[in-house]
């Protein structure tokens, strides 16, 4: 191909550009609920959000990467013509990058993976045409973006509840909470790990069958849970705060659970979120490398190290910022719940990466502080800025769709030598 | 400011506005104290400096009254229902209407309690004050009851609290009765104008605790949802 190295280049570029945009600005949301409840201060914050979010990325952010790459478009549709697709995914990222810069200054809550799937099936319908979406998969993704905020929300709610009747009831919740707690833990350490193990590795050599995954998977709960039990052992019981909040101690236990569902919550927003950026990249990379629209060949493992570094340096040149800003207007959300709300939406968003559905990590938290909420947990919830949210999509997908039609005849006419079709 | 759609859906809890305005309503009624101190030492600069006291104090949880008010939007979904958040704070505002009414009557009249009354009336002072600080005690297990997501442990707790509420709130009762029988004994040695405020001051400084204790049933029916 002509321009092939312009291509590379653009996509790289684009991607890192993306990927930063996702780093600066949506792992916050994720980030923020932590910070909020003073289990992590920024710095540890930053620190969690950066080793997580770039070992989520990069080994369980293959298959929402496959699915944003080839699951969206029926590539034999252009053929003849690879060019318009690499087009097309070089305007599909741009558009997304800049439709969420723009929105992220507005504070409009928009998500990156509603951006980046409108961009994509907007090029698609215009430049090559109706019957090249796979309609049916991109029904399935809608579904899974009514799906995941409800599941999540189911899963926080029962979460809360077991807190509730487990801990917070009893006549000594401290001492049912240093029992009780540990357990949580190890299901943090355990499904991060298991629905990783099941679908991710191959790509870093690691190929495992189901009861080995399974195996390794209780072995990372129980290790996790031994630092757990360190950390809580370690904590100060203050009598003297009890009497203006009797339940001031307990929520220093949550705090030390909190970390780790923190911890797993950046991983598994890196695991679903990095494929909105190098999705596309891996897609235009395949097509210049072998001159054909492959519908299967392997992911490069140097672009989801892309993927993964662009979003770590988005978090240490501005995410920073936006995690210190949103954590500090959450101030009543307690350990207690900001746990059930994340351990939630991780579990959620990781089923999701294994299962390579592209879901919003922010929708599917917010549906998981809903079940707290529903549970009676969180003081107030303002239900309009959660209609807000959950609508955001009607218009994040057109506009998506519409900026990346505009990219796509600007490429088409800069770089296009093929037949006029 | 960027990324902050996400902290929004957490909106302000009205229990810590709630349980600030009651610990105002407290301190103000705890005011008379002083003030039926100076009444019956006859002392009327530490009255009306008691009286402004209690004005003022009034007036500041009239503040805060509207200020949460204006923080509950219909659109807050809560642990607890916004309807009763605004009762209590309504019957916690009338607590403070009726140590105003009973300071501004004495005041205003500058009125003497007939010495026999004194000991009783100090009493039921006290004990008014006391129903007012079990009702600012009950509001304060507010926040334990949301953590706890109104666990049993925790309601049983509230509800040993609201029943020393009434007890106490039976004994300005049974005290306004000793009250009312010794003023009816008196009645012939007293200007007629005296004895009926004297009535109604003993009927305002029972309304006292009648609404704490009413602050108390409403914490109740939040508990029984």
Same mark, same amino acid.
């Given at each position: 191909?002509?321009?092939?190295?312009?291509?590379?280049?653009?996509?790289?570029?684009?991607?890192?550009?993306?990927?930063?945009?996702?780093?600066?600005?949506?792992?916050?949301?994720?980030?923020?609920?932590?910070?909020?409840?003073?289990?992590?201060?920024?710095?540890?914050?930053?620190?969690?959000?950066?080793?997580?979010?770039?070992?989520?990325?990069?080994?369980?952010?293959?298959?929402?990467?496959?699915?944003?790459?080839?699951?969206?478009?029926?590539?034999?549709?252009?053929?003849?013509?690879?060019?318009?697709?690499?087009?097309?995914?070089?305007?599909?990222?741009?558009?997304?990058?800049?439709?969420?810069?723009?929105?992220?200054?507005?504070?409009?809550?928009?998500?990156?993976?509603?951006?980046?799937?409108?961009?994509?099936?907007?090029?698609?319908?215009?430049?090559?045409?109706?019957?090249?979406?796979?309609?049916?998969?991109?029904?399935?993704?809608?579904?899974?973006?009514?799906?995941?905020?409800?599941?999540?929300?189911?899963?926080?709610?029962?979460?809360?509840?077991?807190?509730?009747?487990?801990?917070?009831?009893?006549?000594?919740?401290?001492?049912?909470?240093?029992?009780?707690?540990?357990?949580?833990?190890?299901?943090?350490?355990?499904?991060?790990?298991?629905?990783?193990?099941?679908?991710?590795?191959?790509?870093?050599?690691?190929?495992?069958?189901?009861?080995?995954?399974?195996?390794?998977?209780?072995?990372?709960?129980?290790?996790?849970?031994?630092?757990?039990?360190?950390?809580?052992?370690?904590?100060?019981?203050?009598?003297?705060?009890?009497?203006?909040?009797?339940?001031?101690?307990?929520?220093?236990?949550?705090?030390?659970?909190?970390?780790?569902?923190?911890?797993?919550?950046?991983?598994?927003?890196?695991?679903?979120?990095?494929?909105?950026?190098?999705?596309?990249?891996?897609?235009?990379?395949?097509?210049?490398?072998?001159?054909?629209?492959?519908?299967?060949?392997?992911?490069?493992? #140097? =672009?989801?190290? /892309?993927? %993964?570094? &662009? @979003?770590?340096?988005? !978090?240490?040149?501005?995410?920073? +910022?936006? $995690?210190?800003?949103?954590?500090?207007?959450?101030?009543?959300?307690?350990?207690?719940?900001?746990?059930?709300?994340?351990?939630?939406?991780?579990?959620?968003?990781?089923?999701?990466?294994?299962?390579?559905?592209?879901?919003?990590?922010?929708?599917?938290?917010?549906?998981?502080?809903?079940?707290?909420?529903?549970?009676?947990?969180?003081?107030?919830?303002?239900?309009?800025?959660?209609?807000?949210?959950?609508?955001? #999509? =009607?218009?994040? /997908?057109? %506009?998506? &769709? @519409?900026?990346?039609? !505009?990219?796509?005849?600007?490429? +088409?006419? $800069?770089?296009?030598?093929?037949?006029?079709? | 400011?960027?990324?902050?759609?996400?902290?929004?859906?957490?909106?302000?809890?009205?229990?810590?506005?709630?349980?600030?305005?009651?610990?105002?309503?407290?301190?103000?009624?705890?005011?008379?104290?002083?003030?039926?101190?100076?009444?019956?030492?006859?002392?009327?600069?530490?009255?009306?400096?008691?009286?402004?006291?209690?004005?003022?104090?009034?007036?500041?949880?009239?503040?805060?009254?509207?200020?949460?008010?204006?923080?509950?939007?219909?659109?807050?979904?809560?642990?607890?229902?916004?309807?009763?958040?605004?009762?209590?704070?309504?019957?916690?505002?009338?607590?403070?209407?009726?140590?105003?009414?009973?300071?501004?009557?004495?005041?205003?009249?500058?009125?003497?309690?007939?010495?026999?009354?004194?000991?009783?009336?100090?009493?039921?002072?006290?004990?008014?004050?006391?129903?007012?600080?079990?009702?600012?005690?009950?509001?304060?297990?507010?926040?334990?009851?949301?953590?706890?997501?109104?666990?049993?442990?925790?309601?049983?707790?509230?509800?040993?609290?609201?029943?020393?509420?009434?007890?106490?709130?039976?004994?300005?009762?049974?005290?306004?009765?000793?009250?009312?029988?010794?003023?009816?004994?008196?009645?012939?040695?007293?200007?007629?104008?005296?004895?009926?405020?004297?009535?109604?001051?003993?009927?305002?400084?029972?309304?006292?605790?009648?609404?704490?204790?009413?602050?108390?049933?409403?914490?109740?029916?939040?508990?029984?949802?």
């Amino acid at each position: 191909m002509e321009f092939s190295l312009w291509y590379l280049g653009l996509a790289a570029a684009f991607g890192l550009f993306m990927a930063w945009g996702i780093g600066a600005n949506d792992v916050a949301n994720a980030m923020a609920t932590s910070v909020g409840s003073k289990a992590l201060t920024i710095k540890q914050a930053i620190l969690v959000a950066a080793v997580f979010e770039f070992a989520g990325a990069f080994l369980a952010g293959g298959q929402v990467t496959a699915t944003i790459r080839n699951g969206i478009i029926d590539a034999s549709a252009v053929e003849n013509n690879p060019e318009l697709l690499i087009f097309g995914m070089l305007a599909a990222l741009l558009a997304a990058a800049v439709w969420l810069l723009l929105a992220s200054r507005k504070g409009w809550p928009v998500s990156t993976t509603h951006s980046i799937v409108g961009a994509i099936v907007g090029f698609a319908v215009v430049g090559i045409g109706v019957d090249s979406v796979y309609w049916s998969k991109v029904g399935t993704i809608a579904a899974s973006w009514v799906v995941s905020p409800m599941l999540s929300g189911f899963l926080a709610f029962f979460i809360f509840m077991s807190v509730q009747k487990l801990i917070l009831s009893k006549k000594d919740p401290l001492k049912h909470a240093r029992k009780y707690v540990p357990l949580y833990i190890f299901a943090v350490g355990f499904i991060m790990a298991l629905v990783t193990m099941l679908k991710g590795l191959k790509h870093i050599g690691l190929d495992l069958t189901y009861l080995q995954s399974l195996m390794v998977a209780i072995v990372s709960g129980i290790a996790t849970m031994s630092i757990g039990i360190i950390a809580i052992r370690r904590i100060k019981i203050d009598p003297r705060q009890q009497s203006d909040f009797r339940f001031a101690n307990v929520e220093k236990i949550f705090g030390v659970l909190m970390v780790f569902t923190a911890c797993g919550m950046a991983f598994a927003h890196g695991s679903n979120d990095v494929a909105n950026a190098v999705g596309p990249v891996a897609a235009v990379v395949s097509i210049v490398k072998t001159g054909v629209v492959a519908q299967k060949s392997a992911l490069a493992t #140097w =672009i989801l190290l /892309l993927g %993964a570094i &662009g @979003i770590v340096l988005g !978090l240490a040149t501005y995410g920073f +910022k936006v $995690i210190r800003t949103v954590g500090k207007n959450i101030t009543e959300l307690t350990p207690s719940r900001g746990f059930a709300a994340e351990l939630a939406a991780a579990t959620t968003v990781v089923i999701a990466s294994g299962t390579g559905l592209p879901i919003s990590t922010t929708h599917t938290l917010v549906g998981a502080v809903l079940g707290v909420g529903i549970a009676r947990g969180i003081g107030a919830i303002n239900l309009r800025v959660v209609r807000n949210i959950m609508l955001s #999509w =009607i218009i994040t /997908l057109p %506009a998506g &769709g @519409i900026l990346a039609v !505009l990219f796509f005849f600007l490429l +088409k006419g $800069i770089f296009y030598s093929g037949p006029i079709v | 400011m960027s990324g902050s759609y996400f902290s929004a859906i957490f909106g302000q809890s009205p229990v810590r506005p709630l349980q600030e305005h009651m610990g105002k309503i407290l301190a103000c009624v705890s005011e008379l104290t002083p003030f039926t101190k100076a009444v019956l030492e006859g002392d009327t600069g530490a009255m009306a400096r008691h009286h402004k006291n209690i004005v003022n104090m009034e007036n500041e949880a009239d503040a805060l009254k509207k200020q949460l008010r204006m923080r509950l939007p219909s659109t807050l979904f809560m642990p607890i229902d916004r309807r009763d958040v605004l009762e209590v704070l309504t019957m916690q505002d009338m607590v403070a209407g009726s140590a105003r009414d009973v300071a501004g009557l004495i005041t205003g009249r500058a009125m003497q309690i007939p010495e026999p009354l004194a000991k009783d009336y100090k009493k039921l002072i006290k004990r008014s004050i006391d129903a007012c600080q079990q009702a600012y005690d009950s509001i304060s297990e507010l926040d334990e009851l949301i953590e706890t997501g109104f666990g049993k442990e925790e309601r049983k707790r509230v509800g040993r609290l609201l029943m020393k509420l009434d007890v106490i709130e039976q004994d300005t009762d049974e005290l306004q009765v000793c009250l009312r029988n010794e003023l009816f004994k008196l009645e012939n040695e007293l200007h007629p104008v005296n004895v009926m405020f004297l009535y109604k001051i003993i009927d305002r400084t029972g309304n006292i605790g009648d609404r704490a204790q009413r602050v108390g049933s409403r914490l109740q029916l939040m508990l029984a949802r």
